[in-house]
C-alpha cells in the first residue's frame, strides 16, 4: 500500500492515510485527526517559546559546567539515543543521521548547527539538578536522559 501526498507541511495527509489503513487492515478506529491536531498544537507551543526565548536571552551567562562534562550518551524512549561530543574544544550532537555543532547559547543551552533547515537552530537544553546533568532537551521533540 502506497501513499503519495505532495503536501509537506500538512498533517493531514499522515492522519488520513493511518485512518485508511486502519480501515483496510480492519484495526481499531483511532482519532488520527486528533493525534496529529496536537502534536501540530504542540510544535506551534514550542515554535512560540522559541521566539520568547529569543526575545528573552541574556548573552553572558556561561555554561555551568566545562563542556566536556556535557559530553555523554542521552536516550529517549520512543527516538533513540543520541550522542554529544566534543572536538577541538566544542560540542557536537550525534542522532541518527542528524549531526552538528552546539553553539552555545545561554547557561546550559545550545544551538544546533545544521545544513538541514528544518533542524538548524534547534535550541538543546541540559536539565541540571543538583550539579548533576539529568536530561537533555531537544526543541520540541523529547527528553533524553
Known amino acids: 500500500m502506497v501513499f503519495v501526498f505532495n503536501s509537506p507541511d500538512s498533517r493531514l495527509p499522515l492522519a488520513l492515510s ?6 483496510l487492515l480492519n484495526l ?3 482519532k488520527w485527526n486528533s493525534y496529529y491536531l496536537e502534536l501540530v498544537e504542540r510544535a506551534e507551543l514550542e515554535q ?3 521566539r520568547r526565548r529569543l526575545e528573552q536571552r541574556r548573552q553572558g551567562i556561561k555554561p555551568t559546567f566545562d563542556l566536556s562534562e556535557y559530553v555523554g550518551k542521552y536516550t529517549e ?3 533513540g539515543t543520541g550522542t554529544v561530543k566534543m572536538m577541538k574544544d566544542r ?3 550525534e542522532w541518527g543521521n542528524f549531526a552538528g555543532e552546539l553553539k552555545h547559547w545561554e547557561g546550559d543551552i545550545f544551538e ?3 545544513p538541514d533547515r528544518r533542524i538548524n537552530g534547534v535550541l538543546l ?3 541540571i539538578e543538583k550539579g548533576k546533568i539529568l536530561s537533555l532537551r531537544w526543541g520540541d521533540t523529547g527528553i533524553f536522559r
Do not use: R
Open 18 to 23: 493511518c485512518s485508511l489503513t486502519d480501515e
Open 28 to 30: 481499531e478506529a483511532k
Open 48 to 50: 512560540k517559546i522559541q
Open 77 to 79: 524512549p520512543a527516538y
Open 91 to 93: 560540542l557536537y550532537w
Open 112 to 114: 544546533l548547527q545544521h
Open 125 to 127: 537544553g541540559f536539565q
